[in-house]
């Protein structure tokens, strides 16, 4: 029977299968962090189980960590500091892999675990956090999982799953200067709507995608969780392999050609059946913002902020609410909205493409007077690269805040926050109420748009710039 | 876990549609590392003004609902991040049911991880549970997990459907890591096996 990668990865990992389709599912990698992980490594102790496969389970701290240059002298909230206390303890005490907070390899976890090659393809990773989706890149079955699944893989390297359906997603074509993988998939959001791919596991695919590099791909995969998809998924081909060859713990020597070999079958076959099919040119894609408290409320940057009696149902509402948190009115054309505030970084757009983007943007300009721009990498590693490259001086003298890694106001769990309503243009993957600080206003945009309204000072279509 | 027992209860109306994760239990109190003790700060940003006062027209500020035990939510609730504090918080509440169109995948999963019983049925079902819902104090229905039947204040019967292995666990408040441990010869056997097939893994 023909299959879809999907199906093949599903097929290679099912340890037992009951009766009514409830699968164990192995877990090949299980990636944790200091926020989701506590209450289930406590749950390990009190039942005294230990972790199945420690060698599989990689940890590192991201969401709390400071990201200002002093953080060696330690995190000052107590409750974070226990959170990352708690991560260190639970490393050591269950023998996993760890990255601490003075390493330089620390950073998001989404960004550490392929930086560090311990993502490849066709294996399944799970981590406490929705934007495990991110891995799919790899063509590996990547997906979030709550506490209470961190404490079973923990246990037992295993999850209880039924298995999804399967959704095409075809980007035919080539995008034009100025579009990015951050644009296709808020695009695809934008038709789906953020529930559009619930019960699904998602295939990326057509020619935009292959053109894009791994960074690009990783952006792509990591908003599948906002198109309500429960993973993202890219065939492997040559630039993967590029990508994963030579990383710390990718295989070498025979067992690279071992795995190679493998590799190549993991593409959905010809023939394969789909459940859902959704098509977007290319070309067609525009550069687009978000205006809501939704990824789905998204728009070329070409638009006008819309008005509720657009929408029918249940959105109705939501508009009206979505508009008044925003501060925005309808019609407004998005270009004119202001910022305060430009945010460059998280799992979404914090690796070192995104950064090479923004700077090319802003390379001998200022960050306009009034607005404060922080570019956060995701990992030191990234930032090490970034400085030998001298995308850090660019951004230095720009203006702009060049911090250390960590997942920062993405979701504002450190003291990298919006004040209310400050507004801004932000790289990271969620716009929601309060994302990132009490009553601050986010609009998700690509890295080369937050460049331009970083210079600008408002929403700005960066291809007048290039 | 505790076992879901039939419920009877008051349902709290909640229309909007994408209630997400973040609005369900703000990030601010994900710095815990406990379980427990999150119902205070449920819907913390919607429920509370700055000053930590309740905002009186915030539905579970209601007198009438101040006790609810099921949510009539709009489509795609829970959507968002994974955090888990999000069932936690609503289990700690005292919220043992939740009504809508549709979840996201993720909370949906773990609410049945934490007893809470998520129900999908169709919208003209969801909206006549969320106008039963709006009568407020004597507008109790029942939820019997048993019959999968949800009986409303007058009365009218919705059956809904459950996943057969989540509603045993459900029923009989079963514990999913010891269920796979007795499963530990397959996993062991599967091992083995990968091991052998993708020994870079
Ligand atoms: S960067 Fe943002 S989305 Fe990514 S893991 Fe951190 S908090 Fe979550």
Not at chain 1, 396 to 411: E, I, V
Request: net charge negative; proline share 5%.
């Amino acid at each position: 029977m023909p299959k879809t990668l999907y199906d093949k990865i599903w097929d290679a990992h099912v340890a037992d299968e009951a009766e009514d389709g409830t699968c164990l599912l192995y877990i090949d990698r299980h990636l944790v962090h200091e926020v989701t992980s506590p209450q289930a490594f406590e749950g390990l102790r009190m039942a005294g189980r230990q972790v199945h496969a420690p060698d599989k389970t990689i940890a590192v701290p991201d969401h709390n960590v400071p990201t200002t240059l002093d953080r060696a002298k330690g995190i000052d909230n107590e409750e974070s500091r226990i959170q990352v206390d708690a991560l260190d303890q639970n490393a050591r005490d269950f023998a996993i892999h760890y990255y601490p907070v003075d390493d330089i390899r620390q950073g998001i976890v989404h960004i550490v675990g392929p930086e560090q090659g311990w993502t490849l393809p066709g294996m399944t990773v799970v981590c406490g956090d929705s934007h495990t989706a991110t891995h799919g890149a790899f063509g590996a079955l990547a997906h979030g999982i709550g506490t209470s699944e961190v404490e079973h893989v923990l246990a037992t390297q295993t999850l209880i799953q039924k298995k999804s359906k399967n959704m095409k997603v075809e980007i035919t074509g080539k995008l034009n200067p100025g579009v990015t993988a951050k644009d296709i998939t808020l695009a695809v959001i934008g038709k789906t709507g953020t529930a559009g791919g619930t019960g699904y596991v998602i295939e990326y695919c057509g020619e935009a995608i292959r053109d894009l590099s791994m960074e690009g791909r990783m952006t792509v995969c990591n908003m599948a969780i906002e198109g309500g998809a429960r993973a993202g998924l890219i065939a492997p081909d040559e630039t993967t392999f590029a990508y994963v060859k030579g990383r710390p713990h990718a295989p070498k020597g025979a067992q690279w050609d071992a795995a190679l070999a493998w590799w190549k079958t993991l593409h959905s076959d010809d023939d394969a059946q789909w459940d859902k099919v959704i098509t977007l040119k290319g070309e067609e894609i525009e550069p687009v913002v978000t205006w809501g408290t939704s990824p789905e409320d998204v728009l070329p940057i070409s638009g006008v902020v819309p008005s509720p009696s657009d929408f029918t149902g249940g959105k109705v509402e939501a508009v009206k609410r979505a508009l008044d948190y925003m501060g925005l009115k309808p019609g407004t054309p998005l270009s004119d909205i202001p910022v305060d505030a430009v945010f460059v970084g998280s799992c979404t757009n914090g690796r070192i493409e995104d950064l090479r983007e923004v700077a090319k943007i802003l390379k001998g300009k200022k960050v306009a007077e009034g607005v404060r721009m922080m570019i956060v990498p995701g990992s030191g590693l990234v930032r090490e690269q970034a400085e030998e490259e001298g995308l850090a001086d660019i951004f230095k003298q720009a203006g702009a805040d060049w911090r250390l890694a960590g997942c920062s106001m993405c979701l504002a769990m450190n003291p990298d926050q919006l004040a209310p309503e400050e507004r801004c243009a932000s790289t990271s993957n969620r716009n929601f109420e309060g994302r990132q600080g009490y009553k601050g206003r986010t609009h998700l945009v690509s890295p080369a748009m937050a460049a331009a309204a970083a210079i600008t000072g408002h929403l700005t279509d960066v291809r007048e710039m290039i | 876990m505790d076992k879901f027992e039939k419920l009877t209860g008051i349902a709290a109306p909640m229309p909007l549609v994408n209630i997400d994760t973040d609005m369900i239990i703000p990030k601010v109190f994900l710095k815990t590392i406990k379980r427990s003790g999150l119902g205070v700060n449920l819907f913390d940003e919607m429920r509370y003004d700055r000053e930590g006062n309740e905002i009186a027209d915030f539905v579970l500020n209601k007198p009438q609902y101040r006790n609810a035990e099921i949510l009539i939510a709009g489509d795609n609730f829970g959507c968002g991040s994974s955090r888990e504090h999000a069932p936690w918080a609503l289990a700690d509440f005292g919220i043992k049911a939740v009504i809508s169109t549709s979840f996201a995948d993720i909370f949906f999963n773990n609410c049945f991880k934490n007893g809470i019983l998520p129900i999908v049925l169709p919208r003209e079902q969801v909206d006549l549970l969320m106008s039963d819902a709006e009568k407020g104090q004597n507008a109790r229905m029942t939820v019997d997990l048993e019959a999968q039947v949800i009986t409303t204040s007058d009365g009218a019967e919705i059956p809904f459907e459950v996943d057969a292995f989540r509603k045993h666990c459900l029923l009989n408040g079963l514990d999913d890591i010891g269920l796979t441990l007795e499963k530990k010869a397959a996993i062991d056997a599967f091992e083995a096996k990968a091991a052998q097939a993708r020994p870079w893994v």
